[in-house]
């Protein structure tokens, strides 16, 4: 997170970590099996912390500001060069990163949608799958470097406009009162 992938060597991973190259090739194949298995431990992490969100007795507004606040929070770091590294070198990590979004959040997003109109909080005529395909497919985008350089956008400010750009386009007339009573999205 803090250096790039690419830039990372094998040789300078054993020597942060205060071990031999050689002891660790004997739990990774490569550096390839290395990132794949970061990436899983990250899913795997990040969909317990959603988990933990969708237990919680939350509005529907309240639940999506948490996995925004989540989300922000872990993409603080993210330096530039990770999200490129991953695509350009290591694509099959990208891909499993990209299915996280395509299947886990479009499923929490259409569920999150249904809550929403169930409470009144969203418009009714809302078709949460269109919706939420939407919003993964904008979410993904934000990491287009193409789109939006980190170097000139701060990913916390990027999300917090998607997740307000989102709100009030779904948003009830009780859901915009409920939005505006948050001081900060």
Do not use: C
Request: glycine content about 4%; overall charge positive; hydrophobic content about 40%.
């Amino acid at each position: 997170m803090q250096y790039g992938i690419k830039s990372v060597s094998m040789d300078d991973l054993s020597s942060k970590l205060g071990i031999s190259k050689k002891t660790l090739y004997q739990v990774v194949d490569n550096k390839e099996d290395l990132v794949m298995k970061v990436i899983e431990n990250h899913i795997d992490m990040q969909n317990q912390e959603m988990e933990k969100i969708l237990e919680g007795k939350h509005n529907a507004i309240q639940e999506m500001l948490m996995f925004a606040r989540y989300i922000i929070d872990l993409l603080k770091n993210l330096r530039p060069g990770v999200t490129y590294d991953l695509q350009k070198y290591y694509p099959s990590a990208w891909k499993k990163i990209e299915s996280l979004h395509k299947h886990t959040i479009d499923k929490i997003i259409a569920t999150n949608i249904k809550k929403g109109v169930k409470e009144g909080v969203y418009r009714k005529n809302l078709n949460p799958d269109i919706i939420s395909k939407l919003y993964v497919a904008q979410a993904l985008q934000i990491s287009d470097e193409s789109l939006f350089p980190l170097k000139k956008y701060k990913m916390e400010s990027l999300i917090r406009e998607f997740i307000a750009y989102h709100f009030y386009g779904i948003a009830s007339p009780a859901g915009y009162d409920k939005i505006k009573a948050i001081k900060k999205i």
